[in-house]
């Protein structure tokens, strides 16, 4: 007598797998994400070369490059995620 074959997935992986599903459950929070970081971080480099080109302080009480260099970084940080976010869809 044969043993039935038994996959590790389950049956409706497979039949999304061989349909070739785009995986649209998984893709909404990337966008979401994507969007957020890129947001953020154009903002924040926006603002922070505006208060520098006006040589108005980027934050109260700390060196003036000192806050443009942190803030130029985070900013460009968020951006880099922000694009590694939707580069994974």
Known sequence: ???????ASPGWALADRRKGA???????PAIFAGV??????GALLTWTAVRVRQ????????????????????SVIA????????TRL
């Open 1 to 7: 007598m044969r043993r039935p074959r038994v996959t």
């Open 22 to 28: 785009s995986g649209t459950m998984e893709s909404g």
């Open 36 to 41: 957020v970081f890129a947001l953020f971080g």
């Open 55 to 74: 040589g108005l302080p980027v934050a109260q009480g700390v060196s003036p490059v000192a806050s443009a260099t942190v803030a130029g970084l985070v």
């Open 79 to 86: 951006l880099i995620l922000g694009t590694w976010c939707l």
